[in-house]
């Protein structure tokens, strides 16, 4: 990836933290996220998230452990957090072998993470494995299913194929939002909950909508299920209806959690 590349990446990352607080806040209140709780953010990246947790929802003895596969993602996490006295770490580490000890956290916590995943069933086991008995299990992810835009320009429906497919190809999941539930409790996890909420333009400006639920496509699609210059116009279609009146935009949020026995 380009320079220019990783740092819009970067942007979207940091934008996309800001712009579903409201979504996201709800369902860790459902999961019951612990303010004085060791809490562990799977796939942390650039530390955003685990930035905002630790400043706004913990309190005394709360703290944050960020892990993620991508040495440069870590490094930018710990340069930018150098100096702030937060109550946060972070660690290398692939999401299939965790580097925390069984029972190390009260609270785990993997945001749009799964949508990627091969194999989720071991990473969610893996998450388990570092959670106190009686700590919570929780996921965050989206589902293309629920991704709706009126109007609707010419090749939306492909765009969103060519993209489930090449998530396919690299062993993701575009609708894995649906399949959190069920998968929480097939892990044996205890009073698994669930929650969906939506995210729409009335909640969003339509740009940042377009920007966050769509922006990110381009760079996954490419032959053979499109070509990358036709995603790419399809998104500056997408941008320029999203400038007009009476643009909707239609995104689902899937929140997922269950205790550990």
Not at 162 to 171: E, F, L, N, P, V
């Amino acid at each position: 990836m380009e320079t220019l590349d990783a740092a819009a990446e970067l942007e979207r990352l940091r934008i996309q933290v800001e712009l579903v607080r409201d979504l996201e806040d709800g369902f860790l209140d459902e999961a019951a996220l612990p303010p004085s709780g060791r809490v562990l953010d799977v796939g942390c990246g650039p530390g955003f998230f685990s930035e905002r947790i630790a400043r706004e929802r913990l309190g005394p003895g709360g703290s944050v452990i960020g892990v993620d596969v991508d040495a440069s993602l870590i490094d930018v996490a710990q340069r930018r957090l150098a100096e702030a006295g937060l109550p946060v770490e972070f660690r290398l580490g692939t999401a299939v072998r965790l580097p925390l000890e069984d029972d190390a956290v009260d609270f785990s916590y993997a945001r749009f993470l799964f949508q990627h995943l091969s194999d989720p069933r071991s990473v969610l086991d893996e998450m388990i494995r570092v959670t106190r008995p009686g700590g919570t299990v929780a996921i965050v992810d989206t589902d293309d299913g629920g991704l709706v835009v009126h109007p609707e320009p010419g090749g939306f429906g492909d765009l969103l194929r060519a993209s489930h497919d090449a998530q396919t190809d690299r062993g993701g999941d575009r609708h894995v939002g649906r399949k959190l539930f069920g998968m929480l409790g097939d892990a044996g996890l205890q009073e698994p909950g669930v929650s969906v909420r939506p995210l729409t333009t009335k909640h969003l400006a339509p740009a940042h909508f377009v920007a966050i639920t769509l922006g990110f496509k381009a760079g996954v699609i490419g032959p053979p299920h499109m070509e990358r210059e036709r995603a790419v116009q399809i998104q500056g279609a997408l941008r320029k209806a999203a400038d007009e009146p009476g643009f909707f935009g239609h995104a689902l949020g899937y929140g997922a959690w269950g205790r550990v026995p």
